[in-house]
Nanobody
Framework: QVQLVESGGGLVQAGGSLRLSCAAS????????MGWFRQAPGKEREFVAS????????HYADSVKGRFTISRDNAKNTVYLQMNSLKPEDTAVYYC?????????????????WGQGTQVTVSS
């Protein structure tokens, strides 16, 4: 059973930056595609970014493209989400997700295990 633990959330002013981390247990982390999703109050969960097992393929939601960067360090079993130029509309609980497949996937149906989430709040 793979466990994911997110960290790095918090309160930041608009225009600021945060880096989220997602640490995974298990020896096969390097073979998993990974993703970040978010859910704002009263809204459905939405895709943010994804990365393939090697980091060679990434995808971003249009709303974060050019501001957020997903990366991974397979030696540390960790995936990151660098968030710059944050906006109040980025406020949400951010979830890390892992797929048993190795690609970069946009649909939450492609992911089989999830972290508990970390709150990001951007003040105006």
């Amino acid at each position: 059973q793979v466990q994911l633990v997110e960290s790095g959330g918090g309160l930041v002013q608009a225009g600021g930056s945060l880096r989220l981390s997602c640490a995974a247990s298990g020896r096969t982390f390097s073979s998993y595609g990974m993703g970040w999703f978010r859910q704002a109050p009263g809204k459905e969960r939405e895709f943010v970014a994804s990365i393939s097992w090697s980091g060679g393929s990434t995808h971003y939601a249009d709303s974060v493209k050019g501001r957020f960067t997903i990366s991974r360090d397979n030696a540390k079993n960790t995936v990151y989400l660098q968030m710059n130029s944050l906006k109040p509309e980025d406020t949400a609980v951010y979830y890390c997700a892992g797929s048993y497949y190795s690609g970069s996937y946009l649909s939450d149906k492609s992911y089989g295990f999830w972290g508990q989430g970390t709150q990001v709040t951007v003040s105006s």
